[in-house]
């Protein structure tokens, strides 16, 4: 049986009512997003919220594309949307083991689009002299993956979004370097940059999408 729901006020509580309809349940997939004041939705997911029995937190990225379904009796146009699924799937961060440690709610954006960047775009190189070889990729991926999910809002003043949203992106990233999750460096003209910890999802593999659907079947999940 499969049951949908909605949050509360506060989504950190759960569904609404009591909370023996998450516990009972074995799967409690959560869909999620970042709403602004004016209304628009950016920065949409899907997320593992429960699993009986394996690894939770795990986010997976969809956007909403309009089609057109022809004219109403009236000659009125009608649409509808089909969801995209994002080729990646970002596993949660590691555990906070420190006030300074762990990514920050402010850089969550960030890290996800980080991580779909250098799964579908990376490059192994040794961005440092005599040092490992890295998976890294261009920073501006990673910009163009941010932008993506932190759409504009119709109407007057889009210069002023594109600047704050370019503001939230050097704030993020700004924020993941301080804490040491992430370091970069210019190669050959260009800037890479790359996890710290690789295990914070650039070899976490990707699940597969087939007709607009998960394909669970090859999936790679490791049991928790």
Not at 23 to 41: E, K, N, Q
Not at 42 to 52: F, G, V
């Given at each position: 049986?499969?049951?949908?729901?909605?949050?509360?006020?506060?989504?950190?509580?759960?569904?609404r009512?009591?909370?023996?309809?998450?516990?009972?349940?074995?799967?409690?997939?959560?869909?999620?997003?970042?709403?602004?004041?004016?209304?628009s939705?950016?920065?949409?997911?899907?997320?593992?919220?429960?699993?009986?029995?394996?690894?939770t937190g795990?986010?997976?990225?969809?956007?909403?594309?309009?089609?057109?379904?022809?004219?109403?009796?009236?000659?009125?146009?009608?649409?509808?949307?089909?969801?995209?699924?994002?080729a990646?799937?970002?596993?949660?961060?590691?555990?906070?083991?420190?006030?300074?440690?762990?990514?920050?709610?402010?850089?969550?954006?960030?890290?996800?689009?980080?991580?779909?960047?250098?799964?579908t775009h990376?490059?192994?190189?040794?961005?440092i002299?005599?040092?490992?070889?890295?998976r890294?990729?261009?920073?501006?991926?990673?910009?163009?993956?941010?932008?993506?999910?932190?759409?504009?809002?119709?109407?007057?003043?889009?210069?002023?979004?594109v600047?704050k949203r370019?503001?939230?992106?050097?704030?993020?990233?700004?924020?993941?370097?301080?804490?040491?999750?992430?370091?970069?460096?210019?190669?050959?003209?260009?800037?890479?940059?790359?996890?710290?910890?690789?295990?914070?999802?650039?070899?976490?593999?990707?699940?597969?999408?087939?007709?607009?659907?998960?394909?669970?079947?090859?999936?790679?999940?490791?049991?928790?």
């Amino acid at each position: 049986m499969l049951a949908c729901d909605h949050f509360g006020k506060l989504a950190d509580t759960g569904t609404r009512g009591t909370s023996a309809k998450e516990a009972s349940a074995d799967v409690v997939i959560a869909c999620l997003g970042d709403r602004s004041i004016a209304g628009s939705l950016s920065n949409s997911r899907i997320a593992i919220r429960k699993l009986r029995g394996g690894a939770t937190g795990a986010q997976t990225a969809f956007s909403l594309r309009k089609v057109d379904m022809g004219v109403d009796e009236d000659y009125e146009p009608v649409t509808t949307c089909v969801i995209d699924w994002s080729a990646v799937t970002v596993p949660p961060p590691p555990l906070e083991k420190g006030k300074k440690s762990g990514w920050p709610k402010s850089a969550t954006l960030f890290r996800h689009c980080l991580v779909t960047a250098l799964r579908t775009h990376g490059q192994e190189l040794a961005p440092i002299p005599d040092g490992p070889t890295l998976r890294t990729v261009e920073l501006e991926r990673v910009r163009e993956e941010f932008n993506k999910r932190y759409p504009l809002e119709d109407g007057d003043g889009r210069e002023k979004q594109v600047n704050k949203r370019r503001q939230v992106f050097k704030r993020a990233r700004t924020e993941a370097e301080t804490r040491n999750l992430v370091s970069g460096r210019e190669i050959e003209g260009k800037f890479v940059i790359w996890l710290i910890d690789p295990q914070d999802g650039a070899t976490h593999s990707a699940p597969s999408f087939s007709n607009g659907k998960r394909d669970t079947q090859r999936d790679n999940v490791t049991p928790s």
